[in-house]
């Protein structure tokens, strides 16, 4: 009939062990090396948009008063517009120009 109990050859039973350490090796260093990977990839992009800032009320770029009067403002810059419509409507060019100026001035 069957056998009770299966006899393990021992070098098979070392090969088999010796291949599952090199498994879990390789797939830890795998790991590694993409997590490091990634973590270049992460600060390349930062590098790449600069600081934003953190994203909180309080730190928009523009605010928009539509009541009770009409008025887009540049936090960032000071400069302003009555035209709230053309600014939705994306006329951003003097926000744009303004912002750029001032940052040159800076450099």
């Not at 090396?33 to 934003?52: F, H, P, Q, T, V």
């Not at 008025?71 to 409507?89: N, W, Y």
């Not at 003097?94 to 912002?99: Q, S, T, V």
């Amino acid at each position: 009939g069957d056998p009770d109990f299966i006899f393990i050859n021992p070098v098979s039973y070392q090969t088999l062990v010796k291949q599952l350490i090199t498994q879990g090796v390789y797939q830890m260093i795998k790991a590694k090396i993409l997590a490091m990977r990634e973590a270049e990839r992460d600060k390349e992009l930062a590098s790449l948009y600069g600081n934003k800032g953190e994203i909180a009320f309080g730190s928009q770029i523009r605010s928009y008063t539509m009541h009770p009067y009409q008025l887009v403002k540049d936090e960032r810059t000071g400069v302003q517009t009555g035209s709230i419509q053309a600014v939705l409507d994306g006329e951003l060019d003097k926000f744009i120009e303004e912002y750029l100026r001032q940052k040159g001035a800076a450099k």
